[in-house]
Structure formats: C-alpha cells, structure tokens
C-alpha cells in the first residue's frame, strides 16, 4: 500500500500551515476557539478522494525511481500521515508566548529579533523528538502503552477506509453512524454554543437565587465548585480530555479525590478562613491582593521589572484555595508519578529496553519490525544540532540564561518524559512541568522575569513534545507507517509548524493596529499573552521564596512533594499483598489530576466528566460490550468533530463579522450572568479602602 505520494505531502503540509496559522491567530483573541487534529483528519478524507479522481495517473521515471501524482486510491496509510503531521504542528509553538510577552511588556512594544524567535522555537520543540525516539522501546512498543488519543484516531480512520459503502446486516455500519452522531452534535452545538448558552452553565440552582453567595460557591459554574453536576455542552464536559477515551480505574481515582478535596475539604477550608480565603472567590483562575480585588501587576513594576518597593506599598500575593489546591496536587503528582512508575513498571521498563521488534509478542509490534526501523543516530542528531542551537541561542542573544540554566531546564523536561508518558499512556492523564519549572528557577534565578519564560520554555516545551511525538509514534504503529516516513512527516510538519507561526505572530503586529491592546476592536487581545506575563512576573519577580519558602503563607503545601513520594508505597505493597482487590488500581498520580486543573477550568467539567465517564467506560463497557467496542471510540470522535466543526462555522458567521456582535438576547443567555457565582462574589466584600492580610510584608 503505497504511502509516500504526492497527496500525502501536498495534503499533509497543506494542514500543517492551515492548523498552525489559525490557530496561531485565534489564540491571540479574546474568545477562546482552536482547531484540533480531528477537523484535519475530516477534512483531508473529501480532499484526498477528490485528489484521487482528478489527479492524472501518468507515471514518471526518474533514473530507477518512478513516481506519480495518483498511484493508487486514496487510502489508510496516507490518511494517517497527513492526520499525524496535522497533530503534531496544530499547537504552534510553546515559545510565542514569550515572544509576544517580550515585545509588549519587556521590550516597550519593539520587535524581538526574527532570529531569535525562529532559534529558541525550533530547538525547544524539536529537542522533545529525540527523547521519544531514543525511548521508543518503552514509550511506543509495549502493549500497555495504549495511548488513548491515538485508538480515537485510528477508530475514525478504519471508520473512513474500511466501512464506507458497506451495508451490515441487523446493524449500523461505523461510517454510518459516526455521521449520524456527528451531524447530532453539529447541530446541538448551536444550542449550548449560541441558541441557550444556558444549557452550557446550567447552574439552575443559582438562578433561583441569584444573589445568596454560599449557594452560588457550592453549586456555581464560574467560581463555585460546581455540585450541580449538569451541563449539556460536550466541548466543557471533554474539556480536559474525553470521558469516553479515559479508562475506568482512572476516572474512579480522579472521581474519589475530587470529590474528597473538591466538596468536603476545600468548603471547609473555605468557610474556616484558611488562607484569607472568605475575602477571595471560592474558585478564581488568579491570585488577589489584600483589597480582594484581582492582583495588579502594573503596581509592583517599574519599567517592566519587578520593584520591591513599590511591592511593599501595594500588596502581598493571595491565591484562591482552588489555585492552592491546584499547586499541592501538582507538587504531590510530580513526585508520585516517579514512585509509581518505578513501583510499578521498573522491571517493564528494563525488559523492553532490552527488547528488539522481534521480540515483542504484541501483533502490532510484530509487525513493525517487517519496516527498517529509524536508527538511533537519527535521534541523536537531533538532539545534538537542537543542543547546539539552544545554547548558540541563550549565548548570542541577552537571555541572561546560563547554560548550566539551559542543561538544567532540558533535564527537568528529559527527567519527567517517560513516567509522564506511562501516565498519559496508560491513564490518559498529564502533569504540569511548568509549575515545576518556574518554582526551580524562580529559586535558582530570581528576579529575572524574561530569564524564567525562557527557561520554563525549554523545560515545558521539550516535555510536552516528546509526549506529543511518542503518541504520534503511536498511531504510527497502529496503523503500520513506515518508521522512517514517519520520522520525515514529523521532522518536516513540526520545522513547518515553528517557521509559520513565528512569521504569523510577527505579521499580526506588525499590522493590526492596536494588537494586544486590552480594548482592541476586533478582539486580539492576546489574553494568553497576559496570564503569561503574570506569571513572569510572579515567579521571576515576587518569586517563590515569597510564596512557598519556610515562613511564607503557603509554605504548607511544598511537603506535597514529600507526600507525593511516600504516598504510593503503602498502596504498592497492600496491592501485592491483595493483587485481586481494588487496591491494585489505585495511582496517586492519576488521583493528583482531579485537583491540578481547577482554576483553568471548571469543577463542573471534572463533575460532568466523570458522570459521563460512569455511563460509557463502566455501565456501558459491562453490560453492552459488545456495541461499547464496536462504537465507543467513535462516538468520542463524532462528538469532537461535531463540535469542532460547528465552532469553525460559528466563528466565521456569528463572532468574525461585526467583530462579536452579532448576539442573541433572551433570558436564556443572560441569566447565568446575573448571579454571585458569574461575579465571583467572595463571602466576605471589603469596603472601600479597607484590607486584610498581614500589615507588613516584603
């Protein structure tokens, strides 16, 4: 089956620049919006088809090579390649965050060196291939590294190649029916999304009474806890990852604690003051100062550098309890996910390490090695020409980083890549290095705001992508693409990727007038620019040690990573003690995940989830296994698509024109907006002029 054609390559870097230049561009306004690998899978299926009937079939001979544009049919493998290079380019750059908040708040709005940008993009996004590729035998390879996002993927593909036209017996064919569920959840988009956003954040309970703050906190959407449960929006309930992808013993572990920490143990927190919290919203993706009004950094800056003294005139730093949790869960999952995996996968990891492809008894890894695998050296190419780049980057330009910095950051993300792929493979879960990262050089490197974003660049971004490119090896495996043809659509599609949304980026300030400015008529108000500025500036100016260290307020939660640690143990040997009790699928990795998104997202997306979750991934998989194998993997991605597609057309009717305009105003879009919960209402409202907190700080 011919895979390396001319379709491939035209298709696959036609998505490539299409996914990396929108979403390049929609990530700097202000309505969130982004386009995920699915809308490139669809939309290469119709392409790929026409491409099939118009190209000319005439086959060309060049010294002992003949090619042509149309050698066989559109099929599987060349669907899968172009779906793999989409994936792999659709997220940008980590690093344009830093660029755009170098140009507006640290460069007095002057452009940042092309040069600069282009170095620091590429070797951060590029270093993560060779990781995956040099730990392909335990990341990729075994059976137990399922990689849920990429059964979604290879379920549409086989739904696309393999079932189109054919007519079953007694039941729906695959096709058939993710049409049918798809075209239902572009349609009932419109009614969350647009028609009755109501039934998006159906806090009822809150409109009923509206201005009662306790029962706003407990049941409310936008800063309560969100024990209403019930949304009926798909894109909140799959907001941190599909219920139906996520196995079940996972989604109990995050069921158990959130519910635990979420409901029982953050209330009482709340409404024992812990923290200063009354003063503050219950939830709040934001820290606060002592007025109870969100924490301006402006005041303690002085010429777009952290001023101690005008830190002291203003206010100490107070975080929601939701961020405090979110920090204690990431502190407790970035040490347990390294006890769990050594606890439990130490002697699988050495075993496949060891291994060759023939030696594996896995069907799909067998099969595999029939292909010249990539060789190592390739990786290490990589690695050692992105190395290079890095340090001639940090070196040639004022980044203030040293290289030991720059050894210290790629190590973090190197350190973390595979006990945080065995948790996203097997769990479908993920950790967040970039806490880690700015706490390490908020200590190691304080007061240099720029310095931390560069920093937290190389270890964040290196992380992410070794797990981006070990999933897309994934699919590769599942769907028998040659290794080494892979290896060129990733290389060539994330080179592609870095280059577009540089130039894209550069071009939009160069001429949008007023871009990024907080009242920009067509609302590319680069809201992601300004969280992570903020964050420069609290971790790479107040820094951690006036957050975190011994004597600071929220000293507390740093012996997270010691619990993290130990935690484990005990449920490690109870496990083996009892192996056919439950004790056995307990993770306190997994179990951390319930918390660490709680201020970005919300408590009724975890709830909803994980209600959603119970239906498909336990009812469902035990009673109806049958129909469950046969469709649950594609009703996930039917309902994604749906959604997908409906926000692309959203988008470009309803929020492009008339730059967001275009409203529909009824009872059943405002209500919601008018209660305690939508303002954020603390339980205790200061009046003017008046503070809590400590009376001296510094």
């Not at 040490?335 to 606890?343: I, N």
């Not at 009717?653 to 105003?665: A, N």
Request: proline share 6%; aromatic share 16%.
């Amino acid at each position: 089956m011919p895979v390396n054609t001319f379709r491939v390559w035209f298709l696959g870097l036609t998505m490539t620049l299409i996914m990396a230049s929108i979403n390049q561009v929609l990530q700097m306004r202000s309505i969130g919006l982004f386009l995920t690998p699915i809308v490139a899978q669809l939309l290469s299926f119709p392409f790929g088809k026409l491409m099939e009937r118009t190209l000319p079939t005439t086959r060309f001979r060049v010294l002992t090579y003949t090619w042509s544009f149309n050698p066989c049919p559109f099929n599987i493998k060349e669907h899968t390649l172009i779906t793999m290079m989409a994936a792999i380019s659709y997220s940008g750059a980590y690093a344009t965050d830093t660029f755009a908040t170098q140009r507006i708040f640290f460069n007095n709005g002057n452009p940042v060196s092309l040069r600069y940008q282009l170095m620091l993009a590429l070797s951060s996004q590029l270093i993560g291939l060779s990781w995956a590729g040099f730990m392909r035998k335990v990341l990729v390879w075994p059976s137990i590294m399922i990689w849920p996002d990429a059964l979604v993927t290879s379920a549409l593909l086989n739904t696309f190649h393999r079932e189109v036209g054919k007519c079953e017996p007694h039941r729906m064919s695959r096709f058939r029916y993710f049409t049918f569920v798809m075209a239902g959840s572009f349609i009932w988009y419109w009614f969350p999304g647009y028609i009755f956003t109501g039934l998006s954040v159906f806090s009822w309970i809150c409109w009923i009474v509206p201005n009662n703050v306790v029962v706003n906190q407990l049941f409310g959407y936008n800063s309560g806890l969100g024990m209403g449960v019930i949304t009926f929006d798909w894109s909140l309930i799959s907001f941190n990852g599909s219920p139906l992808v996520t196995p079940w013993w996972a989604q109990m572990n995050i069921l158990v604690i959130f519910v635990l920490l979420a409901w029982v143990v953050l209330p009482i927190m709340y409404y024992t003051n812990t923290f200063y919290s009354k003063f503050l919203p219950m939830n709040a993706p934001y820290p606060f100062d002592n007025m109870g009004l969100p924490y301006n950094i402006t005041a303690i800056t002085r010429n777009n550098q952290f001023d101690l003294e005008l830190y002291k005139a203003y206010s100490p730093l107070f975080l929601p309890l939701t961020f405090v949790m979110e920090y204690g869960g990431c502190f407790v999952g970035l040490t347990a996910v390294f006890t769990q995996t050594f606890l439990w996968h130490r002697n699988d990891v050495m075993r496949h390490l060891r291994y060759s492809m023939k030696d594996h008894l896995d069907v799909h890894t067998r099969l595999m090695s029939r292909y010249p695998e990539v060789p190592y050296w390739w990786y290490t190419v990589i690695c050692v020409l992105t190395f290079a780049l890095a340090v001639l980057t940090i070196v040639v330009f004022d980044t203030q980083l040293p290289v030991w910095g720059l050894v210290l950051a790629l190590g973090i993300g190197s350190l973390f890549t595979v006990p945080g792929s065995f948790l996203a493979a097997m769990a479908n879960q993920g950790i967040q290095v970039n806490v880690l990262a700015e706490l390490v050089v908020g200590y190691v490197l304080p007061g240099k705001p720029v310095t931390m974003m560069i920093f937290k660049v190389f270890a964040t971004a290196s992380y992410l992508q070794s797990l981006q490119f070990a999933s897309n090896m994934k699919l590769a495996h599942y769907m028998k693409i040659p290794p080494r043809l892979m290896f060129s659509g990733q290389v060539i599609a994330a080179l592609l990727a870095v280059i577009v949304v540089v130039v894209v980026q550069e071009s939009m300030f160069s001429n949008i007038p007023d871009f990024c400015d907080p009242h920009q008529a067509d609302q590319f108000t680069c809201p992601r620019t300004r969280t992570y500025a903020s964050a420069a500036i609290i971790w790479g100016g107040i820094g951690p040690k006036r957050i975190f260290s011994s004597g600071a307020p929220y000293h507390i939660v740093t012996f997270g990573f010691l619990l993290g640690a130990v935690l484990p143990i005990p449920f490690y040997y109870l496990a083996k003690r009892y192996p056919l009790s439950i004790l056995r699928y307990i993770n306190v990795a997994v179990a951390t995940t319930a918390i660490i998104y709680l201020p970005t997202s919300t408590l009724v997306s975890v709830a909803a989830s994980l209600a959603v979750g119970s239906v498909f991934q336990f009812y469902l998989r035990r009673r109806h296994f049958r129909w469950w194998s046969r469709y649950n993997y594609i009703t996930s991605g039917a309902l994604d698509g749906g959604v997908a597609i409906a926000t692309i057309v959203n988008f470009l009717t309803l929020q492009l024109p008339r730059s967001g305009t275009i409203e529909f105003k009824w009872w059943g879009n405002t209500v919601w907006q008018n209660t305690a919960d939508f303002n954020g209402a603390p339980l205790i409202t200061l009046k003017a002029g008046e503070t809590f907190g400590p009376k001296f700080w510094s």
